[in-house]
């Protein structure tokens, strides 16, 4: 996994087992951190409570749960646990909090686990680091920063407390396949989840229990989602639409029509409440990236006003990433098993290096271990497992019944 995105001034690249926080204005380095080779951690998977009766956690994990917590590894004939080698320890998913002051790092691999740092004014000081039960998929904070949301490749959804740091996380809600993506209203009574079963759920909170509206619609997993509004969002899926929605009212905005499934989605503001740009990362097209003007009327319909495609060399990379500044698209890959780190003009789609420092890209990469001899190949996740596996018996069962009408005619006749 190769994570990246920009928070003002600072680009923030992951991969491996560091994670660098640089200018892309000049060869200035502000902090990095590189995770330690062991965490610490304890073997058993945090405990976890959730409201008595909650309608959002399915019925196989409220069992779990009430069997205490996540299932414990298999004891072998000796009466130990199976002994298993431990791959390495590496950056998933990373984030700010919306103050600055705090960073959260999920890592995946021999020990998966969530990592809250003080990122200011300190230089990236360790807080605390807690076990998860399974590779996280998606890490958002609340607006106040108090608290963080980590969603796993199961479907749940966990609260961990960024100021009572020893409080027992909690399991707020569950959906039934892997979370792709995770809102939080700025007013903090909504949590928004999107999933590979095509759907948007709204809930509830703190009654996490209460489901307050779905955004149904899409017909393939939903990839992405972004806070437009209080009441507005913006959604990315395989089924190859850009959609934006009333998340309140449940209600479907604007449908609009993209060339190829979206695998990632970015939206910047650019007037407040009023105009956006919507980035979309596609799945095997030869564009890879579309950029689109949202605009929004006074009569509250919205539309796309412009439209961009990308190509960024599709097909002669492997490209898992991408991120925006006002004039540049920063987009990460695999070439050769290696990562890679291109930058794009976001006026021209065209490889740029105008603005960009010489030796900036090589900088980046060797800060974060890439170019080493010994350094791990890169190969992105494989996105088609994301799309439905779809099985047609109904046409064997037809031709099956057409066969079998036309022996019992041949009989008759004979």
Known sequence: MATIFFTEPELVVGHGRRVLFVNPEDMQIFKEIELPPDLGLKTQAPSSTIEQGSGSCPAGK?????????KQPEA????????????????????YSPDGQLLAVTTSGGQKALLLYRSWPENARLLSSRPLARAASALRFCSDSSSVLVTDKTGDCYQYDCVELEATPRLLLGHLSVVYDILWSEDQQHIITCDRDDKIRVTNYPATFD??????GHREFVSGLALLTDQHIASASGDKTLRVWNYIQGKELL????????????????????VFQAAVLFYGNVDALGLYRLERSPDESWSVTATQLVRAEAGSWSISNFTLTADRIYITGAENERLSLRVYDIATGQRTTSGVPEGWVKMVLDGLGASEEDAPPFVPEDLSVWFKKRFDNVSDYLERKKRRIEEQQQQKCG
Do not use: D, F, M
């Open 255 to 274: 449908l609009h029509e993209l060339p190829a499934p979206a695998v990632r989605l970015l939206v910047r503001q650019l007037e407040p409440e009023k």
């Open 76 to 95: 072998t004939a000796s009466g130990s646990a199976a002994t298993k080698v431990e791959a390495p320890i590496s950056v998933q998913n990373v984030a």
């Open 62 to 70: 409220e069992q779990q749960l009430a069997a205490g917590g996540a």
């Open 211 to 216: 489901i307050h509206s779905y955004c149904l």
